[in-house]
C-alpha cells in the first residue's frame, strides 16, 4: 500500500512528499479510515511506529477551512516536550494547508499563551493541566471542539492525570470524536476507555510475536495471590540463579502488596517502582537495582516502559497480562544484550485465557512446570480474588405492577405521628434529663443552684 491508496488531497500529497514519506506504516493504514470515519477509536502503538501521522492524516483531510477562532481539535499529550513534537510534526503535514496550531503546556508563561490563544487556533496540543487552567479562565472556549486526541494515555494516567483528564471531558462538547492512543494496554487504559468512549474500533499494532531465542519461558499454575508469593519465596531463595529479578505486576495497588511480602521475606532486598511514587524515589529505585544493590524489583508495566538495565537474569510476570503484547514488553527487559534470560509466567484458573492470548501470539507453548511440593498451597484470598456476591433481586426496583397508586387511603398509625424533629436528641435528654448538646448556653445557669 502507498499513500496515494488512501484518500488524501493534494496539498497532503504534497506535504508528504516533501518529507519523502511514500508508504504509510501500519499504524496509519489500520487508522486511516476508522479515524475518517468519525467513530470513537482506541489504537495500540508504540511510539515511533508513526502514529502522531496516523491520527493527523485523517484529521486533516477532513478540517475544513475556517475563520472561527474556537479550536476544532485538541490533541492532549503527556509531557511538553511531546506538545513541541506533534506541534512540529503537524506543521510539516500542514505545509500546504492554511491552518493554525498552537502547543500549550505548563512551566511558562500562561500570558503568552492566552494572548495566541485570543489570536484564534485550529488545533490545539496541550498538557492536561495547563489545557484545563487556559479554559477555566475563559480565554480558550472549548465548545467547538469535535475531535479529541489523547496521545499516550498509558503514560498520561501513570504519571496521574486521570483527574485532570475527568476535568476536561467534563467541559467538552458531549458531541465529539474521542481518539486515543497508548503502547499499552494497562487496567486503567482500559477503565477510562470503558467509562468515556462509545463503542470504540480497537485498532492493534501486534508488537513482535517473536521472543528472543535467548530468553527461556516457563511457567506455572498457581490457584492465587497467596501462593504466588509461597512460590515466589521457594524460587527466590537461590539468590545465586535468581540474582537480579524483575518482577511485573499489573496495577499499583499489587505493587505496594507485593513489595511489603517481599520486603517481610526478604529485607532490604526489593524496591517498588509505580507512578504513585515520586520522581526521586522512583530513580533511587532503578538506581538500586541496577548497581546491584537490591536484587527484586517490583514494576507496573508502564514504570518498566523502555527500562534498559543490563544483566537481568529473571523477569517474573506475577500476573498473566490481558494483552500478549504487554507480556512481549515484559519478557524483553531480560535477554539483552544477547545474554541469556529467563521468563517465568504465574497464572491463575481466571488467567488462563490471557495465557491463551499470549501463546497463540508467539505461535509457541511456554513450559509448564509443577509447584514444587513443599510450596504450601494457600487458600486464602485476597479481596480482588474473593467472590463478588451480586443481589440478582433488587428489592428497591419495582416492577410495573407494584407501582403505587394513588394515595386515597389513612396513613397507618406510625406514619401519621407529627414529625417533631430531633428525635435521637429527645431519647438521650430523656435518659439522662440533661442536654447533650455542647452549645445549651443557659445549661450551666440553670443547674449552677
Ligand atoms: P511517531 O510514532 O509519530 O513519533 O513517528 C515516528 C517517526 O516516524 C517520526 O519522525 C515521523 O516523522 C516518521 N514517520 C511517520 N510516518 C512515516 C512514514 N509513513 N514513512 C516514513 N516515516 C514516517
Redesign the pocket.
Known amino acids: 500500500m502507498t499513500f496515494q491508496d488512501l484518500n488524501l488531497n493534494t496539498p497532503l500529497y504534497n506535504a508528504l512528499d516533501d518529507l519523502g514519506?511514500t508508504?504509510?506504516?501500519p499504524i496509519?493504514e489500520e487508522s486511516f479510515s476508522v479515524v475518517a470515519s468519525g467513530k470513537d477509536v482506541v489504537g495500540i502503538a508504540q511510539?515511533?511506529?508513526?502514529?502522531?501521522?496516523a491520527y493527523m492524516l485523517p484529521i486533516l483531510r477532513n478540517l475544513k477551512f475556517s475563520k472561527q477562532d474556537n479550536p476544532r481539535v485538541l490533541v492532549l499529550v503527556p509531557t511538553r516536550e511531546l506538545v513541541v513534537q506533534v506541534v512540529s510534526?503537524i506543521e510539516k503535514f500542514s505545509k500546504y494547508i492554511n491552518n493554525r496550531v498552537l502547543g500549550v503546556y505548563g512551566g511558562t508563561n500562561i500570558n503568552t499563551q492566552k494572548q495566541a490563544v485570543a489570536q484564534g487556533q485550529d488545533i490545539i496540543v496541550a498538557t492536561p493541566g495547563r489545557l484545563y487552567d487556559l479554559a477555566v479562565s475563559r480565554v480558550l472556549q472549548l465548545k467547538s471542539i469535535q475531535k479529541l486526541v489523547i496521545d499516550e494515555v498509558d503514560v498520561m494516567l501513570d504519571l496521574g492525570f486521570r483527574h485532570q483528564l475527568m476535568n476536561i471531558f467534563d467541559i467538552l462538547p458531549q458531541r465529539r470524536q474521542n481518539i486515543m492512543y497508548s503502547a499499552t494496554m494497562t487496567k486503567d487504559v482500559d477503565d477510562l476507555i470503558t467509562d468515556f468512549f462509545t463503542n470504540p474500533t480497537k485498532i492493534s499494532i501486534a508488537v513482535s510475536g517473536t521472543p528472543l531465542e535467548n530468553i527461556k519461558q516457563e511457567r506455572y499454575n498457581v490457584p492465587n495471590f497467596y501462593t504466588k508469593v509461597n512460590l515466589l519465596e521457594h524460587l527466590l531463595h537461590d539468590k545465586d540463579v535468581f540474582s537480579k529479578v524483575l518482577i511485573f505486576v499489573a496495577y499499583k495497588k499489587m505493587a505496594d502488596r507485593l513489595f511489603d511480602k517481599l520486603e517481610a521475606l526478604f529485607p532490604n532486598e526489593s524496591c517498588v517502582i509505580h507512578s504513585n511514587k515520586t520522581q526521586n524515589y522512583r530513580l533511587r529505585s532503578i538506581e538500586q537495582f541496577r548497581e546491584g544493590e537490591n536484587r527484586l524489583l517490583v514494576a507496573t508495566d508502564v514504570m518498566a516502559r523502555g527500562l534498559d538495565i543490563e544483566g537481568v537474569s529473571h523477569v517474573i510476570n506475577f500476573d498473566t497480562p490481558d494483552y500478549p503484547e504487554n507480556y512481549m514488553h515484559r519478557i524483553g527487559r531480560t535477554g539483552r544484550a544477547e545474554q541469556e534470560g529467563h521468563s517465568i509466567l504465574l497464572s491463575t484458573e481466571k488467567e488462563q485465557e490471557g495465557l491463551e492470548r499470549i501463546e497463540h501470539l508467539m505461535q509457541m507453548s511456554i513450559t509448564t512446570l509443577a509447584i514444587p511440593e513443599h510450596v504450601e498451597i494457600s487458600t486464602e484470598l485476597i479481596e480482588e480474588e474473593r467472590p463478588q456476591i451480586r443481589e440478582r433481586n433488587n428489592p428497591t426496583k419495582r416492577r410495573d405492577e407494584d407501582a403505587p397508586g394513588p394515595a386515597f387511603h389513612e396513613k397507618s398509625e406510625k406514619n401519621s405521628k407529627e414529625n417533631l424533629g430531633g428525635s435521637y436528641r429527645r431519647e438521650i435528654a430523656k435518659k439522662y434529663k440533661k442536654p447533650k448538646t455542647r452549645g445549651d448556653k443557659n445549661y450551666n445557669r440553670r443547674n449552677k443552684k
Open positions: 514519506f508508504t504509510p506504516t496509519q511510539t515511533g511506529t508513526g502514529k502522531t501521522l510534526e
